[in-house]
């Protein structure tokens, strides 16, 4: 009973090494072999450890290069959500969405409290202070072309009028008061303080 079992193991063992070698002829062909193409599951299904079905909802944004950009949004969304959000959306929309999702979640894996918003507010806050300065520096450029054109107009002015008829202030006194300056009259002024 037993050399019967070892005869069968024998003989299967045999089967299962070489198959060609118990064909009755040499000259007949080795039966087709068909190959079989076996493709790499996505990353999505990969981390969650399951079948990657021909039409995976997650395979075309989750490729099996780049399990990060999968374990990032996993992280923070969840599969199954991130499965709803992507079959509501139309197929020219997705990809946009998988990376808006996987940009936020990096953004709340660095700041769990803000996300997105806590980089959106420093960023608002750093256009601001651009904003201000840019607004000071117009501010500055404008008086300083203000400055110039004054300081051109006054030269143009100064310019146009001739030597004959620039006057001083003192000329405007002498003639308005002549006795002030007539050397003979010089005592007139001060007879009545001294009489």
Known sequence: MESSSETTATIISTASLSPHSLSPSPSSSPPPVHQVVVASPCAA??????????????????????????????RV??????????QELPEDQRADAVSSMVYEANARLRDPVYGCAGAISHLQKQVNDLQAQLAKAQAELMNMQCQQANLVAFI????????????????NLAISNPSFIDETNTGSLWDPLWA
């Open 77 to 86: 969304f969840g599969a199954s959500n991130i499965i709803k959000l992507l």
């Open 156 to 171: 143009c002015m100064e310019m146009t009028q001739s030597p004959s008829t620039q006057q001083s202030p003192f000329d």
């Open 45 to 74: 299904c990969k981390i969650l450890r399951r079948r990657c079905a021909d039409k995976c909802v997650l395979a075309p944004y989750f490729p099996p290069t780049d399990p990060l950009k999968f374990t990032t949004a996993h």
